[in-house]
């Protein structure tokens, strides 16, 4: 009867700690840090938010995934840093994106828009309208381009 109740208690407190790291969705921007809620104020002002996925981690912090009404889905670090940003067809805001890479873009590629943008430590990527995938070092240099096709 003893070890049957601590069986019970450990899977009771297993699950109580299991649930602390369960995504959680939401519609308020008020659950975003500040850095994430500035970042949608200046560059998507009119957009409103249609969902908010917060993934919590269990050795990793949070980190935010937006989805707003016009379809652009807006990953966060747990700061409010955005990592990425995918716009579907829609060009990605000029400020995103560096000059050095636009600048790129628009000499090598007049007439593509960039949809979408990932930020890593190291790198960007960037999704072109034609479907490619081209990569930059962070200070915006041409590192290569592959197709998704």
């Avoid at 938010?49 to 807006?74: A, C, E, F, P, Q």
């Avoid at 000059?99 to 999704?127: A, E, F, H, P």
């Amino acid at each position: 009867m003893k070890k049957l109740l601590i069986v019970l208690l450990l899977i009771i407190c297993g699950a109580g700690a299991a649930s602390a790291f369960v995504d959680s969705y939401v519609i308020d921007r008020d659950k975003l840090p500040e850095n994430a809620k500035n970042m949608l104020d200046e560059y998507f002002p009119k957009a409103k938010v249609s969902m908010i996925k917060i993934d919590r981690h269990l050795l990793k912090k949070t980190d935010y995934d937006v989805k707003l009404t016009n379809g652009t889905k807006i990953e966060f670090n747990n700061k409010g840093n955005w990592t990425s940003v995918d716009c579907g067809s829609k060009e990605v805001p000029e400020g995103l994106v560096m000059k050095t890479i636009r600048n790129y873009v628009k000499k090598n590629y007049d007439g593509l828009k960039i949809v979408s943008i990932v930020k890593k430590t190291t790198s960007y990527t960037i999704g072109l309208s034609d479907g490619k995938t081209a990569k930059f070092n962070l200070l915006g240099q041409f590192k290569g381009l592959e197709s998704d096709n």
